[in-house]
């Protein structure tokens, strides 16, 4: 199964997990403003706060509390901490998990989900980039060990340029998983509702 085929299944099935969340598979960030970059994550699962103005703060810190949103963040959480292992020892700062889903206060998304396969470090560290700003939780799935690692090293790339005062962007908010794992949240997720 290729990436895309994934992709393409994960969306209906998110879509039945979040019932009374929008979910759309490409979703883009900045639609009509053709002056500027607009990212383009795998999958995005809504409200979307794309209006100038303000922000959806407010109501992403009553969703992520639903039981359903909660559970599935933390799930995602625990094996994002089961992938970093002992990279923690390393570069890699891992937040308490309140602290974490409350990082990414101006997001435009609730959740933004990159899917990567194949694509060369820079490719992914921008799909990285773009989850963390985009979304209040940004996921990325590794389709592979390889991508796995590289996910890793990114990760710790980030936080040595952050210890030595160098400009770094912040991931904090960016949880990385496989792809056996997210099937597996998503499933046992559906399961229990």
């Given at each position: ?6 992709q ?10 979040f ?6 598979n ?6 009509g403003?053709?002056?500027?970059y607009?990212p ?5 699962i ?7 103005g303000?922000?959806?703060?407010v ?5 992520i509390?639903?039981?359903v949103i ?6 995602i959480?625990?094996a994002?901490i ?12 891992i937040?308490?998990?309140d ?8 997001a435009r998304c ?10 060369t470090?820079?490719?992914?560290m ?5 989850a ?13 060990d ?5 996910f ?20 904090t908010?960016?949880?990385i998983?496989?792809?056996e ?11 229990q509702?």
């Amino acid at each position: 199964m290729t990436a895309t085929e994934y992709q393409n299944i994960l969306t209906p099935i998110m879509t039945q997990k979040f019932e009374n969340l929008e979910v759309v598979n490409e979703w883009r960030a900045f639609r009509g403003m053709n002056y500027q970059y607009s990212p383009r994550v795998d999958i995005a699962i809504g409200p979307f706060s794309v209006a100038p103005g303000p922000n959806r703060t407010v109501e992403y810190n009553q969703i992520i509390q639903r039981p359903v949103i909660n559970d599935f963040l933390r799930s995602i959480y625990d094996a994002h901490i089961e992938n970093i292992g002992e990279e923690w020892l390393n570069e890699i700062n891992i937040p308490e998990f309140d602290f974490l889903i409350r990082k990414n206060q101006n997001a435009r998304c609730l959740v933004s989900i990159e899917i990567e396969n194949s694509s060369t470090r820079k490719h992914i560290m921008g799909s990285m980039i773009n989850a963390a700003s985009l979304g209040r939780i940004g996921i990325g799935i590794a389709y592979n060990d390889s991508v796995l690692r590289t996910f890793l090293r990114m990760l710790n790339y980030m936080g040595f340029l952050k210890r030595v005062e160098k400009n770094a962007y912040d991931t904090t908010n960016f949880l990385i998983v496989t792809k056996e794992q997210f099937r597996d949240i998503v499933n046992a997720n559906i399961e229990q509702n």
